[in-house]
């Protein structure tokens, strides 16, 4: 137990953080190191069942009816050794009427050759809120692959939300495809943030249908691209009822041979609806440039700080 202890403090450490929320017996935690469980506590309303499998966990996690956890719960996917598979299965119930919020660290500090995937079910019940920020640390070199896929349905009158952001290190060979289906008054947002360097390869899918009326979704992504990195963005929000609203929202920065794509699809099949998209890419705003640079920064001193300032 000492052992997975100390594990769970390194992989907490390597996120630059303290093992506080470990010992806080209001914030639930679950941490998996590999396919080894090293942390679990749980509080009133959360119940979460995970299995070790051969190359990950399966994971069920459900808040019950009527539960508002104050607290973030903390996830912590990480792998400590240099090469590997980590497979997370993920069935997530947020019952009627229930709120939580999620923490998700993704920690993979030594990596050479690493692949985590993520398969996610996520069922958002009428009148419940989720959010779920996933941050990731990589290795600042090696190879890793990170396969997050996921299903959403959002009921009736229910908030979804979520957050990716790469931290530190290389982003690797990144998909991401995350589908979400809203029913009448519910609401979507989905935002991503990468910053891509040397050869990372990264491709976003994000789709959301709004088939409710009154559902609103907003997908939001901003990526960079550096070095000989490359980028592909998929969004995709279908509108399918009356007031129906939805908008759809890629800013993506290229420097030296970097590649980026944005494919935004907007589809309206009810004339109540209303969906909108903006797509922007090209090299850091000159103005913006200029004006850091006149004020004391060189131009590779300056172009960081925009693209911080489109990551941020």
């Given amino acids: 137990m000492n052992d997975k202890r100390e594990i769970a403090k390194t992989l907490y450490k390597t996120m630059g953080l303290t093992d506080a929320a470990l010992n806080d017996p209001d914030i639930a935690h679950l941490v998996i190191n590999g396919n080894m469980v090293v942390g679990a506590h749980l509080v009133p309303g959360l119940v979460v069942e995970p299995h070790e499998t051969h190359n990950g966990v399966t994971v069920k996690m459900k808040v ?99 957050d990716f952001e790469l931290l530190r290190g290389k982003a690797g060979i990144i998909d991401i495809n995350y589908e979400t289906t809203c029913y009448d008054g519910s609401l979507l947002e989905m935002n991503a943030k990468v910053n891509g360097i040397d050869d990372d390869d990264i491709t976003i899918r994000e789709t959301g249908h709004l088939k409710g009326e009154g559902a609103v979704g907003v997908l939001t992504t901003r990526i960079a691209v550096r070095d000989n990195a490359k980028a592909t963005v998929y969004n995709t929000l279908t509108a399918h009822a009356a007031f129906a609203r939805g908008h759809v929202d890629c800013k993506e920065i290229i420097q030296d041979n970097g590649v980026a794509k944005a494919i935004p699809i907007v589809e309206v099949y009810h004339p109540k609806a209303h969906v909108t998209h903006e797509a922007a890419i090209g090299s850091v705003d000159d103005k913006q440039l200029q004006t850091l640079m006149a004020r004391g920064l060189n131009e590779d001193e300056a172009v960081d700080l925009i693209i911080q300032g489109l990551l941020s």
Wanted: proline residues 5%.
């Fill in 64 to 162: 019950l009816a009527g539960n508002i956890l104050q607290k973030p719960v903390h996830l912590c996917f990480g792998m400590l050794p240099e090469d590997g598979l980590q497979e997370i299965i993920m069935d997530v119930t947020i019952e009627e009427h229930a709120k939580v919020s999620i923490l998700a660290h993704c920690t993979f500090p030594n990596a050479k050759n690493i692949t985590h995937k993520m398969q996610a079910t996520i069922v958002i019940k009428e009148g419940a809120n989720y959010s779920y920020l996933e941050r990731h640390v990589h290795a600042p070199q090696g190879l890793i692959t990170v396969v997050p896929h996921a299903i959403i349905t959002v009921e009736k009158n229910a908030t979804f939300k979520t």
